[in-house]
């Protein structure tokens, strides 16, 4: 499922698929992505490129079209493969980069950037 809330400028997008299950927050506010893999336990943090990642207002169109469409092309199919290195524990600088969503989603886990 996917919520936009385009007061605050996030993008909240839950999987449930058993053990795949994840919850990702875009956060055009402050321009970062947080990915948290249940199965992993973990939160990977990568900024937004924009020449990659859609737009919010462009990533509700797609929801919408894919929604009703049974096929759809789109560019901005994105797949992202995360290579574990070190990670380390959230503090408050992070937490104000990233912003508060992305510290709710994350907070007393491992971050990878």
Known sequence: T???DNSKRVVDVHVRSGLYSSDTIFDYIHGYIATRLFARNACFILKIDKSYIPDLEEMGRLAFERQT???MYSPYNVWVQFQSGH?????M???LIYGRAIEQLCTGLPLYH
Do not use: A, F, K, V
């Open 2 to 4: 996917m919520t936009i």
């Open 69 to 71: 469409m049974n096929t």
């Open 87 to 91: 990670s380390r524990l959230g503090n």
């Open 93 to 95: 600088e992070d937490w």
